[in-house]
């Protein structure tokens, strides 16, 4: 099927936000921004404050809803934030839901997360079914609830309501549009921004041997817009590259594409900051027989080359 005529994108102005609405613009007719502010996020028709959504007119049939909002948690002080990433995130899908009824919107997608998976788990399955019983990562324990009671919300509404919604659950993305300041970023992000300076050491803060699945915000938004084409269906998928690099894998990718090779200085992570675990794999083959056009996804290399380009233009307005 085709895209819808009218996209809104709740979380417009955020990291994975920008990326959607990047990946949306020419290919649907109106993107409708809604952010805290109501601050105008380039890209989108017209940009709306969540408390005002209500005041929009009335939209296309078939306009579906991209919530990718969330609570910017800082990166250095994650474990203390539990509480206003818990209470935030349940605001934000609550209002979500209460706006799609209101009016009459029956697709949503939803920005899920790999923290769902419980902490037992070697390996992010998304065939499986959640096992609410599991405890998640007790280091993430609330953004993962968040997540969680997000999915159950979306089950929830499509039983009572009529309105589908696939919860993807992002894994690590790393890409354009997100933080500009180094010590609140995630490690990506971090080391773009590191590999941007003149240190002659790149400092890598934990086990550099921990292994994540790193994916392009790029590549993940086409995934969100790709999924419009999509009507009916119900459920939450892993977006997932669907193999794991270490984090000296992403530091070395990282300098790679500076130009410039560094010794890598190791030192302990913030202590009010998220440790997490050593591995953590997610399948991806659940995505593909969902999306079957769907491009492949850059490498951590090519995804980096790009990412510190965009970086390199943003740091020096």
Same mark, same amino acid.
């Given at each position: 099927?085709?895209?819808?005529?009218?996209?809104?994108?709740?979380?417009?102005?955020?990291?994975?936000?920008?990326?959607?609405?990047?990946?949306?613009?020419?290919?649907?007719?109106?993107?409708?921004?809604?952010?805290? %502010?109501?601050?105008?996020?380039?890209?989108?028709?017209?940009?709306?404050?969540?408390?005002?959504?209500?005041?929009?007119?009335?939209?296309?049939?078939?306009?579906?809803?991209?919530?990718?909002?969330?609570?910017?948690?800082?990166?250095?002080?994650?474990?203390?934030?539990?509480?206003?990433?818990?209470?935030?995130?349940?605001?934000?899908?609550?209002?979500?839901?209460?706006?799609?009824?209101?009016?009459?919107?029956?697709?949503?997608?939803?920005?899920?997360?790999?923290?769902?998976?419980?902490?037992?788990?070697?390996?992010?399955?998304?065939?499986?079914?959640?096992?609410?019983?599991?405890?998640?990562?007790?280091?993430?324990?609330?953004?993962?609830? %968040?997540?969680?009671?997000?999915?159950?919300?979306?089950?929830?509404? %499509?039983? =009572?309501?009529?309105?589908?919604?696939?919860?993807?659950?992002?894994?690590?993305?790393?890409?354009?549009?997100?933080?500009?300041?180094?010590?609140?970023?995630?490690?990506?992000?971090?080391?773009?921004?590191?590999?941007?300076?003149?240190?002659?050491?790149?400092?890598?803060?934990?086990?550099?041997?921990?292994?994540?699945?790193?994916?392009?915000?790029?590549?993940?938004?086409?995934?969100?817009?790709?999924?419009?084409?999509?009507?009916?269906?119900?459920?939450?998928?892993?977006?997932?590259?669907?193999?794991?690099?270490?984090?000296?894998?992403?530091?070395?990718?990282?300098?790679?594409?500076?130009?410039?090779?560094?010794?890598?200085?190791?030192? %302990?992570?913030?202590?009010?900051?998220?440790?997490?675990?050593?591995?953590?794999?997610?399948?991806?083959? =659940?995505? =593909?027989?969902?999306?079957?056009?769907?491009?492949?996804?850059?490498?951590?290399?090519?995804?980096?080359?790009?990412?510190?380009?965009?970086?390199?233009?943003?740091?020096?307005?």
């Amino acid at each position: 099927m085709s895209l819808p005529e009218a996209v809104v994108v709740w979380g417009a102005s955020g990291f994975i936000g920008r990326n959607v609405v990047d990946a949306l613009q020419g290919r649907v007719a109106t993107i409708i921004g809604v952010n805290a %502010s109501g601050t105008p996020v380039p890209g989108c028709t017209q940009t709306v404050a969540a408390h005002a959504v209500d005041t929009l007119p009335p939209l296309p049939a078939g306009t579906a809803i991209i919530h990718v909002a969330a609570f910017r948690y800082f990166a250095s002080i994650f474990g203390k934030q539990q509480a206003e990433i818990l209470s935030a995130n349940l605001a934000m899908t609550e209002a979500v839901y209460r706006f799609a009824m209101a009016r009459g919107i029956t697709e949503v997608r939803a920005a899920s997360s790999s923290a769902v998976y419980p902490a037992s788990w070697d390996l992010q399955d998304d065939a499986l079914p959640l096992d609410l019983n599991a405890w998640p990562h007790e280091g993430e324990a609330a953004y993962a609830w %968040s997540k969680r009671w997000g999915e159950i919300t979306a089950d929830l509404w %499509s039983r =009572r309501a009529g309105i589908s919604t696939i919860s993807l659950r992002l894994t690590n993305p790393y890409g354009p549009h997100d933080t500009l300041d180094e010590a609140e970023a995630h490690v990506a992000t971090a080391f773009v921004i590191r590999a941007c300076g003149d240190a002659p050491e790149f400092e890598v803060r934990g086990d550099p041997d921990a292994e994540r699945d790193f994916i392009y915000a790029g590549d993940a938004a086409e995934a969100f817009v790709e999924s419009l084409t999509l009507r009916g269906v119900t459920a939450a998928v892993n977006l997932a590259h669907g193999q794991t690099r270490t984090v000296r894998d992403l530091a070395v990718a990282t300098m790679q594409a500076a130009g410039k090779q560094r010794p890598i200085k190791l030192t %302990s992570p913030p202590a009010a900051g998220n440790r997490g675990v050593k591995v953590r794999r997610a399948t991806a083959a =659940r995505l =593909r027989e969902l999306l079957p056009g769907l491009a492949p996804f850059r490498s951590l290399e090519d995804g980096m080359a790009e990412t510190l380009a965009w970086y390199r233009d943003a740091l020096r307005r």
